[in-house]
């Protein structure tokens, strides 16, 4: 029997997020992103669902690859508008008990002593139910609009994010003494100052001398999430990540996904099993098969062509705007997502895919495959996939929402709940413990847990 299936909500602060054009579906309320409401709702809906997360997915910078211009992404709204998904958060929180956040914040645009209080905050709020995915970005037009001449080279991106966590694990984890608060009314005293340590940081990219500016938060650190799928990005996620986002089309590439970043995490001296992995994953699921796929061609009417192509195009560097709609795809080096080039040609080493084939499979949930059918159909695929890939769960993309959303809370859940393969109760504590932490913070060996404060300073203990 298939162990416990782990379901995350894939969502994003703009119109439509993976699945362009849809947005003009008759049942589509995802243009009402703006609005708190929709947010609360959702947040109500997926805790009812006891899903683990909402995992919020987030791109500074706008997809003006596709032509060399804007045009495309602001007609078909891909990923633009799109406003700040941290702000959601504490309104979400506030109405729900148990639900965990995954905010996307790229380490390429901010610095780390400030982006560190702002997560230690998100994480006083949420009583400790915030996890970070950690992002290097890639669309250039971010890089140039923070002033940057062109986005770093892709390997030298993860660089910068070794020496970026090490200041943000020396403040979160060893600034602050436990302890160094006690709030002593009697005596006057808030926050004893000899438990509270300068980082001393001097580093290539960064220099932090001070000490943190919150108090220690539930985690301290939030729960970890990587996405990158590129050999360099394996390798950072087995170092640091505790969950990975995996938009793998097919079980072969999931499986050599899966395998490469717990191998990762063995080499370094992790438990590779205490990394989870979840998959890209779009659900359309109706009371029979038959209802199931009347729905899905119901959605695909509305998938946008020039839409998908602007998504294709921003992930992988490529301008598919010179391309006839027919013409085959080739595998091309580019300093955008490496992983979304390899995509189409790893799914079948023996099929040639032409831009038309690309953009019709984007068209409806992205990269990640499409399950359609019956509950049971669903979490038969469900299954099957956890069974055959070692991959712990889903990152559930919406076709139309909350519709998507709600036929898996209805639906599919329920289903799963009968096969002992999803949970009834929610575990108690924070977020890294409801995913199965030991406790609220990172264990040794995990590169952050060693930041622990010695006397004077910060330092790394022996591992």
Known sequence: MSRE?????????????????????????????????????LAKTLERGKFDGLFIADVLG????????????????????????????????????????????????????????????????TKGRVGWNIVTSYLNSGALNVGQPAQTNHDDRYELAEEYLEVCYKLWEGSWEDGAVVRDREKGIFTHPQKVHPIRHAG??????????????????????????????????????????????????????????????????????????????????????????????????????????????????????????????????????QSAVETFTTIDPDREWTVREMADWVGVGGFGPVFVGSPSTVADLMQEWVDDTDVDGFNLAYAITPESFEDAVDLLVPELQRRGVYKTEYRQGTLREKLGGKGPRLAVPHPGAVYRNLGSEPTRLAV
């Open 5 to 41: 299936i782990r379901l995350n909500a894939f969502d994003m602060n703009c119109v439509g997020h993976q699945s362009p054009g849809l947005w003009r579906h008759p049942r589509d309320k995802s243009w009402t992103y703006k609005d708190l409401d929709y947010w609360v709702h």
């Open 62 to 125: 706008v997809y003006d690859v596709l032509n060399g211009n804007v045009d495309a992404a602001l007609r078909h709204s891909a990923q633009v508008p799109v406003n700040d998904p941290l702000q959601l958060i504490p309104t979400m929180s506030y109405e729900t008990e148990h639900l965990g956040f995954g905010l996307t914040a790229s380490l390429s645009f901010e610095h780390p002593y400030t982006f560190a209080r702002r997560i230690s905050t998100l994480d006083h709020l």
């Open 204 to 337: 290539k990219h960064f220099t932090v001398p001070g000490i943190h500016l919150s108090e220690p938060s539930p985690q301290r650190t939030p729960v970890l999430y990587q996405a990158g799928a590129s050999s360099r990005g394996k390798d950072f996620a087995g170092a640091h990540a505790e969950c990975i986002f995996v938009a793998a089309p097919s079980k072969a590439v999931l499986k050599r996904y899966v395998a490469n970043v717990r191998q990762a995490a063995e080499r370094v001296g992790r438990n590779p099993r205490e990394i989870l992995a979840f998959n890209l994953q779009t659900v359309v699921v109706g009371e029979t098969d038959a209802e199931a796929q009347r729905k899905f061609n119901e959605y695909r009417k509305y998938a946008s062509f020039e839409g998908a192509l602007t998504l294709i195009s921003g992930w992988t560097g490529i301008d598919f705007g010179q391309f006839g709609p027919d013409e085959v795809l080739r595998h091309r080096y580019t300093n955008a997502v």
